[in-house]
Structure formats: C-alpha cells, structure tokens
C-alpha cells in the first residue's frame, strides 16, 4: 500500500465552488457507497442515513435551500443522522456530541474518496433544515446535517490564512515542542 | 494518483485494542502532523487542537483516566476543542455541532494515514475529561474530546454487524434504490 496517495489526496483537497456540467461516473459513485458503508460509527451506533442526490431537479431544488451550495454540483451527497437512534443505540454522549464526530469521520471520507479520483467537493452546514428534510422526504426523526457537493472543477482554489504547527500541535503536553 | 490505496485503507480499517511495544516510526508522527495541519475546518475556525504523546510514562497516565484506551498503544492522539474560539471564528452553530465534525474530519485523516502506513489505531470517546486536561495541562478554554490511540498489532478484529447498504443509502430522496 502507497501511504503517498492518500497524503496527496489530504494535501491537494480544496473546497470547490464551481463545477463543470460533467456526471460523476458509476464507478466514483460505487466508491464513495463503499466508503460510506466502512466507515467507523461510535458504540457502532450506526444512526447515519445517506442521500446520494444525482437527478439536476432534485439538486437545483435542493440549491433553492442551501446557501452553502455553490455553482450546480453534478452531485449532492446529504449526510443525514437520527437523533433518537444515536441516543438508544450510543446513549446521551452519541446523541450528543459523538453522532456529529462519525459525520465528520464519513464525511472525510467521501470528500478524499472524491479527491482521489479527481472530483471536486465542498462540505456545506448552511441550508434550511426543514426545507432539505421535506425535499428529500425524510422521516421526522432523521435530519439533515451536512451537504457534500460533488464535481469536476478546474477552478484555483481561494488562498486560505492558517495557523503555524507550535500553535495547533504540542508534544506530550500542551505547548511543548518536540526537543 | 491511485485510488485503489485509500479504498484499501478505508476497508481494511478496524479499530485495535492491543499493540506490540514498538515505537512509531517518525516518518509516519510527520505524515500525521502534515495531515492535521492540512484537515479543513468549517468558517477556518481553528478552534482545534492537538497534542501528540510518546512518552511512556504519560502513556500510563492517560490511559488511568481513559476506560477507552485498551492496551498500552507506542502513542496517544490527543484532539482538543476550544469551544470559545469556536464561537468567535465560526459562530454558535460552530461552537455546538461543526466543531465536532470537524474533529471527525481529522480524526478520519489521522486514522487513515496511520493505517496506509500499516500502523494500528483507535479512536476513544470514554475518558475522564478533566484528569486527561490536568495531566496534559491544558488551559481552561481547551478540551479534550477524543483520544486516538495508535500502534502496531497483529489482533485479529472482532466481527462486527452493520446495517445493509439500502437501509442506510438512498438515491434521490429517503428510502429510494437505484433503478
């Protein structure tokens, strides 16, 4: 196993804000299915529900209601998750905090899946909950968390201001640097 | 870039409760520093923090405090949040869900790039909070909200039941398969 490719595909990945009107081929699709279904939940709670959105209809609805969509991705993955079955499956802390730790730990995984294989992504939290539940016609206990765009892009990513390594990683305690 | 190595990664992932008393090699500490200083954050808030621990002595002394840490793992990620600037970079949507998922974002990069390198991981959410913070002398605006621990082990993985594809992935809106 090549550990290179993966830290490509962490090092490269930029959200994408505009997309080519190009579909996602099949076989991405059957990847980032997979990646979803292994990946890892706390308590093995498993209160996640995923709607992979294709149809251009259904993804310019969608748009109508998610600010943080941009451009007309050829894909929308929606990252849903059950509150309810966090909470008998995982108990207070998974229904709590660690439902929104598992979302992320998919979410990563769909986004470098994606990277990998040269479709652009976007993660998005602004939308209005109600509006994407009712579109998607979810049940009444699963909601709508995260929206994944997905798409060809040829667009230069926006350059973005981050802090330096001494002030987001210690060693063996907070502040220390390695010796 | 060849895909094939993160879906290997990806489905060939399972936590590890017991590790080999063999130290992580320092190419594989960099991979994983590079990978969380380049994980995405919502709003950029930053609001994360990470503190890396080798030492054996303070291996010991988490893992007193960490039901979750099972075996004596080579080293200990430690992935803190401080929530206040969460709320001032990103706002109170950030400060009460997106900086969870952010912390599923890196940690899923984490574990990854440990695995491409053939290195053990677990992920851990049951410890007591305020003896890991003393231990690791935190400041009072960081917490620390996940450990992942991190060896190499030849443990076979317990087997584990996971829902079937079609009760956690729709197409289009809830519930509906692919044509």
């Known amino acids: 196993m090549k550990e290179l490719e993966i830290m490509e595909a962490i090092k490269t990945r930029r959200s994408s804000r505009s997309f080519e009107d190009r579909p996602i081929p099949e076989d991405v ?31 310019l609805k969608l748009k109508r209601f998610a600010q943080g969509v941009s451009g007309t991705p050829a894909a929308i993955v929606v990252l849903c998750s059950n509150k309810q079955e966090a909470l008998i499956r995982g108990g207070q802390d998974t229904a709590e905090v660690l ?32 509006s994407i539940k009712q579109i998607l016609e979810l049940p009444e206990e699963v909601d709508p968390e995260l929206l994944i765009s997905l798409g060809y892009t040829d667009q230069k990513p926006r350059p973005k201001t981050i802090k330096s390594v001494t002030e987001v990683i210690s060693h063996e305690r907070y502040n220390y640097s390695e010796n």
């Not at 059957?30 to 259904?58: C, L, R, W, Y």
């Not at 730790?101 to 209005?128: D, E, T, Y």
């Open 29 to 59: 699709i059957t990847d980032i299915k997979d990646a979803i279904m292994h990946s890892p939940s706390g308590s093995n709670a498993q209160e996640s529900h995923f709607v992979i959105v294709q149809d251009k209809n259904q993804i």
């Open 99 to 130: 439902r929104f730790v598992n979302l992320g730990i998919v979410a990563s995984f769909i986004i470098l899946v994606a990277q990998s294989h040269g479709v652009g992504n976007c993660p998005a939290r602004s939308f209005h909950q109600q």
